[in-house]
């Protein structure tokens, strides 16, 4: 494919971080509805926020199973250090997502108060840990984990429990519980719109805190990630656009315009992740000590045979994934009104 302005490495790497991008923006947010849900008082409350991510959130999973499919065809070696490397975290990750899918379930089964109150916080506390782990996880890529000549996670289970990484933890909670917050506004009605709608400030301005000691942080210990942006300055109107998406928030939300508001947010989100990708390119997994072991798109990646055969494929799944996505939430959009097929 020589015709490509860019080689199928690069676009493989874009490609996979669309999907995780996907995943942590669908995903985003009813893992923030997760985080949030114990602020809700009455059974009904919960009985809401458990509907209003009820229909979308198994298939915002997709996105997860599908870019680490894509992360193990397209960078065989990259999926084989970080998931070896990150097997416990990823383990606690998968009985969260567990978790919450058996909360979801059966926390409406029966009408007894103390097994409704075990599924709820069992739902919250596994959300908040999946949304904590997945800010582990990326605190890691973005500092770098330790890797030996085969390019072979050299660290123990605690070593992923640094100080930088924990922080991106705490703030990736924050984001999500921000973002849930939104969603949640868009989908009530009534007194319990009025209560979500009063949730949204203090839930942005603590992921505005955490983000900007994490920024701080992340220039004074971790600067190869913002080579990019020194070499490049033109990057900056990325920033620029954050700011002015989360800077819409407040005012859609003050003129009751939920849907501009929960749009702000995604794109927020998906331009943050955009960042997180211009910062890593063209590592996968950056090497710390030893720059000269990292994983990037040419050492991790398949042969460019097979990386050219996956392109033809995705170029008619992706459309499909991103036409299923866009039915089902065209079909279940609109405020959530309970009945008796309720959870």
């Known amino acids: 494919m020589d015709w490509l302005p860019v080689d199928l490495n690069t676009i493989w790497f874009v490609l996979v971080g669309i999907l995780f991008a996907g995943y942590a923006i669908l995903d985003g947010f009813d893992l923030g509805v997760g985080v949030l849900h114990l602020f809700a008082r009455t059974d009904e409350e919960r009985r809401v926020n458990l509907n209003a991510i009820g229909p979308v959130w198994d298939g915002n999973e997709v996105w997860l199973v599908t870019g680490g499919g894509a992360l193990f065809a397209a960078f065989p070696e990259v999926y084989a250090t970080v998931f070896s490397g990150f097997y416990l975290a990823f383990f606690a990750l998968l009985t969260g997502l567990i978790f919450r899918a058996v909360a979801i379930d059966f926390r409406s089964k029966l009408k007894y108060r103390w097994w409704r109150l075990t599924w709820d916080v069992s739902f919250s ?39 930088y990484s924990l922080w991106m933890g705490v703030t990736t909670v924050a984001l999500f519980a921000m973002h849930g917050a939104i969603y949640l506004h868009l989908k009530t009605e009534g007194n319990y719109h009025q209560r979500v709608k009063a949730w949204i400030q203090p839930c942005m301005i603590a992921f505005i805190l955490c983000y900007a000691l994490f920024t701080l942080a992340t220039l004074l210990y971790v600067p190869h990630i913002t080579d990019a942006l020194r070499a490049q300055p033109a990057y900056f109107v990325l920033v620029v656009l954050v700011i002015l998406a989360i800077a819409n928030i407040p005012r859609s939300i003050y003129l009751d315009k939920g849907g501009q508001a929960f749009a702000s947010s995604v794109v ?18 950056y090497s710390l000590p030893n720059p000269e072991h990292s994983l990037d798109i040419y050492n991790g990646a398949s042969s460019d045979k097979s990386l050219g055969i996956m392109a033809i494929i995705a170029a008619i799944g992706v459309p499909l994934v991103l036409g299923y996505t866009a039915v089902i939430y065209w079909i279940f959009r609109g405020k959530v009104r309970l009945d008796e097929m309720s959870y």
């Open 268 to 285: 927020a989100m998906g331009l943050l992740m955009g960042l997180f990708g211009i910062g890593m390119y063209p590592y996968l997994v």
């Open 125 to 163: 506390l596994a959300s908040i840990l999946c949304s904590f782990i997945i800010g582990v996880t990326m605190g890691n890529i973005a500092r770098g984990v330790p890797l030996d000549a085969d390019f072979e996670y050299a660290g123990g289970f605690f070593t992923l429990f640094n100080a």
